[in-house]
């Protein structure tokens, strides 16, 4: 199995909702992913997780919260979001954090209301 | 990390070759180059990535100049699926985590 699985494809929410994404992949990688895309832009990193650990955020608002229950798994749960934070969510995965070869889903479209 | 420009669009005939070209004059001695492309409403795809020699596997071929300042990523016989955002981006290998994607270029495939 070589795929990264997202739940869900779409998502709309208002900006008092709590709501998660989430990410599965089952290839033994260690090390996942949050990127963020904004229409015509490209991804930028938001959030790495290594062994279960989180080891990069990048200054990401705490209205987003990673979490990474076991290897495969990875979630982002979401409260209090703005009408700026609709993008595409996509999540990643790699072999461990030193690898550059990143595996992507298709990503959460997500809208706030 | 070394920057890389690229072209913003690019136009190909079914069939033809593809030549993506990206520049990254400020590149280390241990920065590879790596190569992904997202087709529309996906995630981004993983193409190839290359140190000083020439690469090639099913999908592509890369071709590093010899000063390292620039590469071109070939697509063989283009076709339609090909139709995407190629992303050209420089980094050391071994420190993961962190690829920066620039605005890439956009491949139009036509028939």
């Known amino acids: 199995d070589t795929e990264v699985t997202q739940t869900p494809k779409h998502l709309v929410m208002g900006m008092t909702n709590k709501k998660s994404l989430k990410c599965e992949q089952h290839?033994?990688?260690?090390?996942m992913y949050w990127y963020k895309q904004k229409a015509k832009k490209p991804p930028e990193l938001m959030f790495v997780?290594?062994?279960?650990?989180?080891?990069i955020n990048e200054s990401v608002p705490s209205r987003f919260s990673p979490e990474c229950p076991n290897s495969s798994l990875l979630n982002l749960h979401l409260h209090a979001l703005q009408p700026e934070d609709s993008a595409l969510y996509l999540c990643a995965s790699s072999q461990d954090k030193s690898y550059n070869e990143q595996f992507f889903g298709p990503g959460t479209r997500l809208t706030v209301l | 990390d070394a920057k890389t420009t690229q072209p913003p669009s690019m136009d190909c005939a079914e069939g033809r070759a593809a030549n993506l070209p990206c520049n990254h004059s400020t590149i280390s001695g241990n920065e590879y180059v790596y190569w992904y492309r997202q087709i529309h409403s996906q995630g981004p795809q993983y193409i190839i990535h290359?140190?000083?020699n020439n690469e090639t596997n099913e999908m592509a071929s890369l071709i590093i100049t010899e000063d390292r300042k620039s590469s071109t990523l070939i697509l063989p016989h283009a076709t339609l699926r090909d139709t995407a955002v190629y992303y050209c981006i420089v980094r050391v290998a071994g420190y993961g985590n962190k690829l920066v994607f620039g605005a890439g270029t956009i491949l139009r495939v036509k028939s």
């Open positions: 290839m033994g990688h260690r090390a």
């Open positions: 290359g140190l000083k």
């Open positions: 997780y290594s062994y279960e650990k989180l080891s």
